[in-house]
């Protein structure tokens, strides 16, 4: 297998600010790598940098051992890139825009009405090709931008963020198109804010902030990191939460943590988690507290996001993160 | 992939005429989805369209009873005013390409195009190329309002069509100025308000809809070398009649000049858009 995209201490910055400080990546052939972070935390500028777009400050990148800078015309033939905001033609037809970019993409008129009709059909786009893209919702123009990208087969092909703001049923068709690409062998590098999109479609995942990989492994590795497992118990009553706490703390196993929800709380399970969950449960039911549920649960990679960066997602599943990162603008980075 | 005729990008090297080729295509191509552009908003056409001929019919009966008497003995005004407001509206659109170009760049058109396979000045010659179209499309329209209202090329079609060649020629140079704007500075109102600033001043400084003979000196010395003058002194001398070689050498001398200065202008800038 070789190396789809690799970067080597690569270094952006937009005026003062670091977009990306010293990043080293690499994406083996055929894999998925999901490039995991918060708002501003560099992964649109470290798409743009190995799609060409965006001239690196310092250090390499490489798509299948060509240099971006030296060699992007090069690059430019083997890459796939679907961005942040889909970038397909609102005043053309889906169809017009298939065409136009196979066109561009050396088919032939025929060749290129043909492949057209067939992503239009594979993208559940048949009803709506010869409609205006401007009619289109979001998911649709999503699907769009993606089958674009993939008019002619890229080596290695760049998703940039593609389910933000889509909503729940429209991410699950882009999920399972990813997936299809992935199963005839596409390599995909993928950057995200939701971890559960990691999760399921990632291979390895690189978590990414300020500009830096600060961890990087298997969903599995990752939580692993974390520590072991957690027991998690929900009261009946929020009141009782104080009186749960102490009655907890006599079990020996370190503090009880207060979670956000009210009636929440969650204790370390290090080694023997099954032996945790029937101890606490003996403790609180000899207290007299009524338990709602009890529960023994791997660390999710939400755990994991947190202990990395000390960010925490809110409750519509962005992250509230430190506003000092530097703002991915895509008009300041295309100056 | 479904399809297996498309299923690998054609790679590795090809003849340079070969490369041609496909530069031209892509050309061509990016030029016919701008012109799609003008079709699908409608709305614009329209403006676009009014625009010229209002101007046509304000200048040539609002002015037309004032000036007529510093023009020349035996010119009408119409077939002064139609020239110079052929040249107007060429300027006024080309700020247009700098609109155009910032909203493609905005809504990451031109990032998808960048990151393809594609002639690198395909997204500026597309764009310069559709808006010349544009250019005669809208310059014969007005020329055929013109012909409603009185006015004539008065030295024949071969003329005639010199003097079009001409807007379309001065049209297409200030395309590039407006490309290297759009390319320049960010959103497409300020490359619009910049575009009218840089705009004004030369149409209303110019042999447009006056004689320069008229203005203070200072200002007509700078009237007199603009390219604004001198191209409708070029287009005057061909529908009027009238000494043609010198307008029309100056006039292809600041086209030429501007293309000179601004194609690899654009270029670099376009190559550097990082």
């Known amino acids: ?335 | 992939m479904s399809s297996e005729v498309v299923a690998v990008r054609p790679q590795g090297p090809v003849s340079a005429l070969r490369r041609f080729g496909y530069s031209v295509e892509d050309c061509i191509v990016v030029t016919g989805r701008n012109l799609r552009h003008f079709v699908r908003q409608p709305q614009l056409l329209i403006f676009s369209t009014i625009q010229p001929i209002m101007f046509v019919l304000l200048f040539a009966f609002v002015f037309g009873g004032a000036i007529e008497s510093s023009l020349p003995r035996g010119v009408a005004y119409v077939d002064f005013l139609l020239p110079g407001i052929f040249i107007q509206a060429a300027a006024f659109r080309s700020t247009q390409t700098a609109v155009g170009l910032v909203e493609d760049l905005d809504r990451g058109v031109i990032d998808r195009l960048r990151s393809m396979p594609i002639a690198r000045p395909a997204v500026l010659v597309g764009r310069t190329a559709a808006d010349l179209v544009r250019n005669v499309f809208v310059t014969l329209l007005m020329a055929a309002v013109g012909y409603l209202i009185g006015f004539r090329f008065r030295s024949g079609p071969l003329d005639a069509a010199a003097a079009i060649l001409v807007v379309v020629a001065f049209g297409f140079a200030l395309s590039w100025i407006f490309s290297f704007v759009g390319l320049t500075v960010r959103g497409a109102e300020a490359a619009q308000s910049a575009g009218f600033v840089a705009i004004f001043p030369l149409i209303f400084a110019s042999s447009i809809f006056v004689p320069v003979s008229t203005m203070p000196a200072g200002l007509e010395q700078f009237a007199a070398a603009s390219p604004v003058t001198v191209s409708v002194d070029a287009i005057r001398a061909l529908s009027l009649g009238g000494e043609v070689s010198e307008p029309l050498l100056q006039s292809l001398a600041w086209i030429v000049g501007i293309l000179a200065v601004f194609v690899p202008l654009c270029v670099w800038r376009y190559r550097r858009m990082s």
């Open chain 1, 1 to 335: 297998m070789s190396t789809a995209a690799l970067t080597q201490a690569l270094v952006r910055r937009f005026g003062d600010a670091e977009a990306l400080g010293g990043v080293d990546l690499e994406v083996a052939e055929g894999s998925v790598v999901g490039l995991l972070g918060p708002n501003g935390a560099g992964k649109t500028t470290l798409v743009r940098v190995l799609a060409t777009l965006l001239r690196p400050d310092e250090g390499r990148a490489e798509v299948f051992g060509r240099d971006v800078v030296t060699q992007a015309s090069a690059v430019r033939e083997l890459i796939g890139l679907t961005g942040q905001f889909a970038a397909v033609d609102e005043l053309l037809s889906g169809r017009e825009n298939l065409r136009m970019f196979g066109r561009l993409f050396r088919l032939s008129r025929r060749q290129s009405a043909r492949r057209a009709s067939e992503l239009l059909e594979r993208f559940g786009l048949a009803d709506a090709g010869d409609r205006q893209v401007k009619t289109y919702s979001g998911g649709m123009r999503r699907r769009l931008d993606l089958a674009s990208s993939l008019i002619t087969r890229p080596r290695v092909l760049f998703l940039d963020e593609p389910t933000t703001g889509l909503d729940p049923r429209s991410r699950n068709e882009i999920w399972s198109i990813a997936r299809e690409l992935v199963g005839e062998g596409m390599t995909l590098l993928l950057t995200t804010q939701y971890l559960e999109e990691a999760d399921q479609l990632a291979d390895r995942i690189a978590v990414i902030d300020h500009g830096r990989v600060i961890a990087e492994g298997t969903g599995d590795e990752l939580k692993d990191n974390v520590g072991g497992s957690m027991v998690e118990i929900r009261l009946e009553q929020p009141a009782e939460r104080e009186r749960a706490r102490e009655v907890l703390l006599t079990l020996g196993c370190g503090e009880p943590k207060t979670a956000d929800r009210p009636d929440e709380l969650t204790l370390a399970a290090a080694r023997d988690g099954v032996g945790m969950v029937a101890a606490a449960a003996r403790a609180l039911e000899e207290a007299d507290l009524s338990v709602r549920d009890l529960s023994l649960r791997r660390p999710t990679l939400d755990d994991v996001f947190l202990e990395l960066t000390g960010t925490t997602r809110g409750v519509d599943g962005e992250y509230s993160s430190e506003p000092e990162a530097p703002a991915e603008a895509p008009a300041e980075a295309r100056r």
